[in-house]
């Protein structure tokens, strides 16, 4: 392939500004078009959560295009999950037996400004904002933009478009609109949305709560959770069902309801979050939705990549992770020097959706877990084992959160058959008093090995797998 082909990306947020680095450190020609203004220049609110979990798969990405360093200045660890149950009281439940292993609350806004800026120091790359993509021509290869300011209309031509412009892509409309090829398309929602609040920072600057965890409020049918912030507040969002239940987003329609409803479910919060009434009627209430689709791409022309091919709810802190994911498998195929796109794509979506599609069933199974699970004795069990697990046998073992979070070169859907196997022998077990979590540890291992490969074994034969 000839690295002066045109390329042309749709979006310039997260996945689309660290692809358009990374191809223009491999010395294609490239063209983003953003429909938001420069947000290193305006403040603008996309909408979307203010921070992200970010965590090893990401990093892979940010190492790629050699900015480890300064991306790391914006990352706050969390070292587990601190849980608040009704009374107030809490407990810390780590991430991984294995010290080296955290995740970390990243500033969505200054990442992409870090990747713009980064990007845009290759002369090969061009990016414009305030174009909004109205359609695409995937037999032409051409994009009708539509400038913000001008409000003029205009066309664009590449060799090649990715669309990276999230859940509600242009590019993914104008395939299942054009009825020209057969294009599977799905969006579900959950019947919880989601809701931003916030800790203000203490009148010190300082942290009001523990600093280095992601605080859990699980509650069984809706949870509160808290991401630390650089400037000492915390990003609070609260995710509940629109219409069920003694209190939901339909019938919190007054200060005094909203009160009520943290008093009784979240009292320790109450005084960490005097602003909680303003926070909750200014800010939107949005949905929680999955995109899966197929094809990502048509012939060797057009590409879907990040959100706009797999959108997933946030209940992993795995989608950011995912996009950027994206861009390594994409780099690892363009390395194989294939001789079109057509077979660049073709290679890389057969790569890439089997670990996508995992990720967004594993994503809904966490919003079960922290939402109810987390506080459940007998989960509390499997995470003591789990954790004692990895710490005397960091080599030998790994919880399903470790596989999915912190082995980025094992895929998705291995880590997910894997871990959702290890799951159901540990809590079997549990549940027939066939282990506890103050067994030998050497004998706890085996047990566990066993009944995994077991499991595995029979939903092979069965072909689950």
């Not at 403040?43 to 480890?68: E, P, T, Y």
């Not at 998705?412 to 067994?439: C, F, P, T, V, W």
Request: aromatic share 10%; glycine share 6%.
């Amino acid at each position: 392939m000839k690295k002066q082909q045109n390329v042309l990306i749709i979006g310039a947020g997260l996945c689309g500004s660290l692809l358009a680095l990374r191809l223009g450190q491999r010395g294609y020609n490239v063209s983003v078009y953003e429909m938001r203004p420069d947000l290193r220049k305006t403040k603008i609110s996309a909408g979307r959560s203010i921070n992200l979990a970010f965590s090893d798969r990401g990093s892979k990405a940010i190492q790629l295009v050699g900015m480890g360093d300064q991306v790391e200045k914006l990352c706050i660890p969390m070292n587990g999950r601190m849980l608040h149950d009704e009374k107030g009281d809490t407990i810390m439940s780590k991430y991984s037996g294995r010290e080296h292993e955290y995740i970390n609350s990243i500033p969505r806004g200054e990442l992409n400004a870090l990747l713009l800026t980064e990007a845009e120091k290759h002369e090969n790359v061009n990016i414009h904002f305030n174009k909004k993509c109205l359609s695409v021509d995937f037999e032409k290869t051409t994009v009708l933009f539509e400038d913000y300011q001008t409000k003029k209309e205009f066309v664009e031509d590449a060799d090649v478009i990715i669309a990276t412009d999230g859940a509600g892509s242009a590019l993914r409309k104008s395939y299942y609109l054009a009825n020209k090829f057969l294009f599977s398309f799905s969006q579900e929602y959950l019947t919880h949305g989601y809701k931003e609040l916030s800790i203000l920072p203490a009148e010190n600057g300082g942290y009001k709560t523990y600093k280095n965890a992601l605080h859990i409020w699980p509650r069984g049918n809706f949870m509160l959770i808290a991401l630390p912030n650089l400037d000492g507040s915390f990003t609070v969002t609260l995710f509940l069902s629109y219409d069920e239940g003694d209190y939901n987003f339909n019938n919190l329609t007054t200060p005094e309801k909203v009160t009520e409803f943290f008093q009784k479910e979240f009292p320790d919060t109450l005084e960490l979050m005097p602003n909680l009434v303003d926070d909750f009627f200014e800010n939107p209430t949005a949905p929680l939705g999955t995109v899966k689709c197929s094809p990502w791409h048509y012939k060797g022309n057009t590409l879907l990549m990040g959100d706009s091919a797999h959108a997933i709810v946030p209940f992993y802190g795995q989608g950011m992770n995912a996009s950027f994911e994206d861009v390594v498998e994409f780099d690892q195929v363009l390395d194989q020097n294939l001789d079109s796109w057509e077979a660049i794509f073709e290679t890389y979506e057969t790569n890439r959706k089997k670990d996508t599609d995992a990720i967004a069933d594993l994503a809904i199974d966490n919003f079960y877990e922290m939402k109810g699970h987390v506080a459940n004795p007998i989960f509390q069990d499997k995470r003591k084992i789990e954790m004692a697990l990895e710490k005397e046998f960091p080599q030998d073992y790994s919880s399903k959160y470790s596989l999915v979070t912190f082995n980025e070169d094992i895929g998705y859907r291995e880590a997910m058959l894997r871990g959702r196997a290890q799951d159901k022998a540990i809590l079997n077990m549990l549940s027939d008093g066939l282990i506890s979590s103050s067994d030998d540890l050497n004998i706890l291992l085996k047990k566990i090995t066993d009944a995994t490969n077991a499991i595995l074994e029979d939903d092979k034969i069965a072909g689950l797998i």
